[in-house]
């Protein structure tokens, strides 16, 4: 790259204006950040950042440049902390008045509402004849069946000897049972009644 001192673009925002002998730039300007492109800027470059008036130095290498800002000398030592300032007077807090509301808007009229008409009830058919009760036939109940005489209770036996303690004694045999009455006739069953 030839320097022809003046300020030759390389991009939209860096223009080159000196290099040296090696064709390495040494003077040059941005309108932003410098730019950290490799193989453009020799070391100890001067950048000129034209946006805030601020130039900077290449402190890094050929390959990567390291931008630093000149002008920004080494931070001193601190000395010592002085006493702590008087606390100025704090004035009254006023609050001013509350400022007028306005007049609320008037409400619109409620629109009309149409009326509300329910449709006449549709005819009932009429309810079918109950049709006729059936005739109920007499409830007749027949008479009722002899009951036949109980029979003879036979008697009872007589009760065995009773032994020593120790061993039980003979019981006597049971008398005869009585024979069983005769059943009654059992009477007719009565006529039903017609049904309709």
């Known amino acids: 790259m030839a ?18 002998e090696d064709g390495q730039a040494m003077l040059a300007k941005c309108d932003a950040v410098p730019p950290s492109t490799a193989s453009v800027f020799a070391k100890g470059c001067i950048m000129i950042r034209e946006d805030n008036g601020t130039t900077y130095q290449n402190t890094g290498t050929f390959a990567s440049p390291t931008w630093t800002l000149n002008g920004t000398g080494a931070v001193g030592a601190t000395g010592p902390i002085g006493p702590t300032g008087y606390t100025g007077f704090t004035g009254p807090e006023i609050t001013g008045p509350t400022g007028y509301t306005g007049a609320l808007g008037e409400t619109g009229a409620t629109g009309y509402t149409g009326p509300e008409i329910t449709g006449p009830t ?4 009429p309810i079918g004849e109950t049709g006729a009760t059936g005739y109920t036939g007499p409830e007749i109940t027949g008479p009722t069946g002899y009951t ?14 009773t032994g020593d303690t ?18 009654g006739y059992t009477g007719d069953t009565g006529y039903t009644g017609y049904t309709a």
């Open 3 to 20: 320097g022809t001192n003046f300020f030759t673009a390389i991009s939209a925002t860096c223009s080159v204006a000196l290099v040296d």
């Open 166 to 183: 120790g061993e039980t004694g003979y019981t006597g045999p049971d008398g005869a049972i009585g024979a069983t009455g005769y059943t």
């Open 148 to 161: 036949g005489p109980d029979g003879a209770i036979g008697a009872t036996g007589a009760t065995g000897y």
């Open 122 to 125: 549709g005819d009932t058919g």
